[in-house]
C-alpha cells in the first residue's frame, strides 16, 4: 500500500481498500481510502453508473472516519493509535509524531492544545481524544463539501425534462442530462435514486459528528432533487 501511496497509483489503492474493508483492516482501509480522495475528479461528465460506483467508495470513507470520531475511546484500539502516529508515554501522557495529521492539525489550530507551541509532542488522553475527533469530523466535513459541490454540478443529478418530452432540446449548452425516454427502464431509475440516497447517507454521516452545521441549506438542494426524481417515474 505504501508503495501505491507514494506512486500515486489510484487504481490499486481502490483495491487495497477493498480488500481491507472485506477483512475488517478498518485503519488501513482508512488510510488507502484517505489517499484514494486526497484530490477528487471532475464528476460533471459522469455516466449513471460511475457516479454510481464513486458515490458508493466515498460514502465507505465517510463511513470510516465517522466511526473513529464517534468511537467511545478511539485510543483502545491499536490500528487507530498506530494510523494516526499516537503513542502512549505514560498512563495520562500521549505522544504524537511531528509532522503528523494530528500534530499538524493541533498546531494549526487557535483554539487547540498547542497553538504557537510546535514543539509539545505529549498531550493528556482527553486532549488527544479530543483532537483527534475535533480534526477528522473538520476533515470529513471539508471531505463532504467539496464532494457536494461537484455533485451540484453533475449532469446526472437532472435530468432535462424537455429532452424526456420531445426527444430533443433546443437550449444552448444544456446543463443537464439528455436521456432517452426509451432507456429509462427500472434499472435506471433505481441506479438514479441510489445516488441521491447515497449522498443522503453520507450527509447524515457528516452531520452527526458536525451537530453544529446548518443543515437546512445542505438538505434543500439534496432532497429537492431526489423529490423531482421520484416525481418524474410517476
Request: glycine share 4%.
Amino acid at each position: 500500500m505504501f508503495r501505491a501511496i507514494t506512486q500515486g497509483d489510484l487504481a490499486s489503492l481502490e483495491k487495497l481498500s477493498h480488500v481491507f474493508i472485506e477483512g475488517r483492516r478498518n485503519a488501513a482501509a482508512l488510510l488507502a481510502l484517505y489517499h484514494f480522495f486526497s484530490r477528487l475528479g471532475v464528476l460533471k461528465s459522469h455516466s449513471l453508473l460511475e457516479m454510481s460506483l464513486f458515490l458508493n467508495k466515498f460514502r465507505k470513507y465517510a463511513r470510516l472516519v465517522h466511526d473513529i470520531v464517534s468511537h467511545p475511546d478511539p485510543l483502545t484500539v491499536t490500528s487507530i493509535k498506530r494510523l494516526f502516529c499516537i503513542t502512549e508515554v505514560s498512563n495520562t501522557e500521549y505522544g504524537m509524531e511531528p509532522g503528523s495529521f494530528l500534530h499538524t492539525s493541533a498546531t494549526g489550530d487557535r483554539d487547540g492544545p498547542m497553538y504557537l507551541q510546535h514543539s509539545v509532542v505529549t498531550l493528556s488522553k482527553r486532549e488527544i481524544v479530543t483532537a483527534l475527533k475535533k480534526y477528522l469530523a473538520v476533515h470529513l466535513c471539508e471531505r463532504v463539501t467539496e464532494e457536494n459541490k461537484l455533485c451540484f454540478d453533475a449532469v446526472v443529478f437532472s435530468q432535462c425534462l424537455t429532452f424526456i418530452v420531445n426527444g430533443q432540446c433546443n437550449r444552448p449548452n444544456c446543463t443537464q442530462e439528455h436521456v432517452k425516454s426509451a432507456d429509462m427502464d427500472s434499472k435506471r431509475y433505481n441506479l438514479r435514486i441510489g445516488i441521491h440516497l447515497q449522498q443522503i447517507y453520507t450527509l447524515q454521516l457528516m452531520y452527526s459528528v458536525n451537530p453544529h452545521l446548518d443543515r437546512k441549506k445542505w438538505y434543500v438542494m439534496v432532497y429537492s432533487c431526489f423529490v423531482g426524481d421520484l416525481l418524474k417515474a410517476i
